[in-house]
């Protein structure tokens, strides 16, 4: 390990690593891929000057980022985790009355790395627990946009899975 | 009053505290608001469903920070290779890091290896790099070179992991460019990379271009003369790297030396070459506008940055002008230049600023 990495690196390493994985995980639906891109950002994260403070945002950003580029550059594998979830079921009930395939589960990740990149990015954040105050801070836009945001990108989402149901 | 915006509304879904009374006394009250509230709370949660990833059991912090701080020396197969390879595909494979490592690679082998990605574009001897911004939905569409004739690999590179600098210089005759002075946060010994020459001919068919073109409803232009059966000779390396990896295996810093790719032709001149693969249907035309746009003489290196990932710029390096490039997320950066036939490139995980200082203290 570099010993000239910043002092902070574990503690904050510590206490977000969990949210990060969480965060990626959204974007690429597979928990070890999620933690590949969680150690690439916190390398990244080790040998920045990012204030302490705002770690957990910069964190957070980056690895919706780093995701989503995997995803978009097409060079994301297939993973254990979908081969197994092939083979065992198609359809996983979910929150709700929610039922999702999985390739609708793989169309609106395709479709998420298709968005722009800051809706993209503001919608993986709240979906994976931060408030509209850190998604806000985390962009450095101003928080009553951040509602205006995720909507549309919700909205493009739920438009990509209407438009292939109908086509069916 | 009026409405509440489908921002606030939205916000209503997950954080009704932070809507302003007036605007949820509104909403409960007005109907047109009930339903488009409903609408947007059935969005949010089929996106929150679609997101949700399977396996609940918690993230195991310990195993990571110890994967993270204490992974051994010895690293996954370095995912780099210093000189081309016949197929984008095989390098792509072979990536285990995707972000960095591909990128790293990225930078490094888009000038040379574009003489095996896109076979067609470098008819010439590479003296200087430009690059040319180009769209995934643009590199999509490039034609195959291989549906313009016949593309036969004569020699492999065959890159190989190499015990030192000078176990690579032996291989190749190339010295390993040392770096003065490390940047901050880069430690360790690096891994040396070797490989040899790329060799490819290519022969032009005039049939098959037609077929080709044919078959995407184009027409194709006129072949000039004797470019029918006429062969191209294409050249890249031999290269060597030198590789900085953190204990994870991600790579932070690259610094490689590849043979500039060369092109050499069985007597048509390059210019009749150039215009005519730049008149080929299924070019995207911005494409192939900066590529008209690059320098005449046949010493330009087009080099494709895709654009939405990456900002290219340009600096000085001891007198050459290099090619800076910089993801748009600000992670990774690259630098790379031609001096002499030889291209070096610097790439890691760190600001332009660190690569260029390295770039600058080579020896």
Known sequence: MATSVRPDLEDVFRREYSRVVGVAARVLGSRDQAEDVAQEVFLSFGRSRVPAGEAGGWLSVAAAHTALNLIRSGRRR????ETVAA?????VPDVADTVLTREERSRVRAALATLPRTQAVALVLRHSGLSYAEVAAALDLSPGSIGTTVRRAEAALREELNRHASSD | MRHPTEGVLRRLVDEPAGVSDADRAHVAGCDTCLRALDEIRADAELVGAALATSGSSAV?????WARF???PAS?????????????????RTAVRRPAVAALGATVLLAGAGVAAANDWLPIFQAEQIDPIAVTSADLVQIPDLSAYGDLQVVREPEPEQVADAAAAEERTGLAVPEVGELPEGVTGDPTYQAAGVLEATFTFSAAKAAQAAAAEGEVLPPTPAGLDGSRLRLQAGPGVAAMWAQPTGVPTLVVARVGAPTVASSGVPFETVRDHLLSLPGLPENVA????????DAGTLPLPVPAELVTSSTADVDGAEATVLTS??????GVVWVEDGVMTGVAGTLSA???????????
Request: cysteine-free.
């Open chain 1, 78 to 81: 297939a993973s254990r985790e």
């Open chain 2, 60 to 64: 195991d912090t310990d195993a990571a």
């Open chain 2, 75 to 91: 690293a996954p197969a370095p995912v780099f290779r210093p000189a081309p390879t016949a197929a984008p595909a095989r390098w």
């Open chain 2, 328 to 333: 748009r997320d600000g992670l990774f950066a």
């Open chain 2, 69 to 71: 701080s204490t992974a």
């Open chain 1, 87 to 91: 083979a065992d079921t198609a359809v």
């Open chain 2, 353 to 363: 600023d660190e690569l260029l200082q390295v770039a600058r203290g080579l020896r």
């Open chain 2, 289 to 296: 506008q900066q590529l008209r746009g690059l320098a005449a």
